[in-house]
């Protein structure tokens, strides 16, 4: 039995590879959104494969089957005589228990899958009527692009907690208070005052740094794109510099206590996976000459071979990374944070699609920020769609007939 997760993920060549590694006698078990963005490379293969779920199809011989093994009842609108054999293997799950019924990013999230985005809607979301959903614009009437990117990075720093309904105080999830949103200053802040110091053992460090990745994951921005100055390169600049300002960071550019680190290639030696994040730390564990603790630089990643454990590495070894203040929301996929901010460009581009603004929306765990540099954009984004041609949908039609 092979389970796959995130499979929305997976190309259409890797899936193939898949299927040929595979045994006769083995089950494939797929999970994922299909509503998510498909693929990097060619293909949308779970997409494709799920494309008749919301209907179900199934026959009524599937339907008794699933009543009897897992209870309930099988409405009769998903129940078709007509049924494909692909469609008795498809389950939508329909009910969600990531989000309470009244969650704005639930119902924000819904609104751009189905493109229902409507002016009552961007009403509620502009006038914090949702307790977990804000729209940021810039104060500026003639809507500047500096005015708006300015924007963007100071809410990088704070998270904007006093944008949101009641100041982000008070809310509730599953009977525990929610702490109100936060942006990098949070991590940073942590990271200032850990209180460690060479006499404290590598245990207190490993200790500081899972705490330290965990307040880091509390915020992250999105992009949609990547160059430009809407894009991961242009943002990630702009925020470094603002941190800077801030006295939070010591420089902006180059290797300095502080900088997130997205790891953009697999690096079996090190044992680095595409899309890990480490944090850089300076640690007391190297000596000078006269035998002194000396502080150098050391980049912290979560150690996956050991729960709550910690890998250092020096920055000299890591060859494929790029600072991550602003990822792509395409690199987002398969991770949330506490607190997501999607910031769309002020112009529509071919990557703009239904399936990238629901992707940004459903990485936030309790907050979700946006920022759109002109709100047409957002309004034409969720009427595109992502359109793939791998034959895979055409394929699944000709077998049945």
Sequence with gaps: LLVIDEASMVDVDLMASVFDALPGNAQLILLGDKDQLASVDAGAVLGELCQRALLAHYTPETAQWLVAMAGGEIPESLVDETGQPMDQAVAMLRKSYRFREDSGIRAFAEAANTNALDNAMLRQIREAEFDDVILLNSRSKSGDTEDTLDLVCRHAITGSPEAFRNAGQGRQVNGQSLPPPVGYRHYLERLQNHGLNE???????????????????????????????????????????????????????????????????????????????????????????TGEPRYTLRVAFPDSDTAGGIRWISPSRLQQLETVYAMTVHKSQGSEFNHTCLVLPDRLSPVLTKELVYTGITRARNWFSLIVGDIPVLREAVSQQVSRASGLALALVESTD
């Design 199 to 289: 006499n404290s053992p590598r245990e207190d460090w490993d200790a500081m740094a899972v705490q330290l990745l965990e307040a880091f994951s509390d915020f992250q921005v999105l992009c949609a794109l990547r160059k430009g100055p809407w894009g991961v390169e242009g943002l990630n600049d702009r925020i470094a510099k603002q941190l800077l300002a801030e006295k939070l960071i010591p420089r902006a550019e180059g290797w300095y206590e502080g900088r997130p680190v997205l790891i953009t290639g697999n690096d079996y030696n090190l044992g680095l996976m595409n899309g890990d994040i480490g944090i850089a730390v300076n640690v007391p564990w190297d000596r000078t000459d």
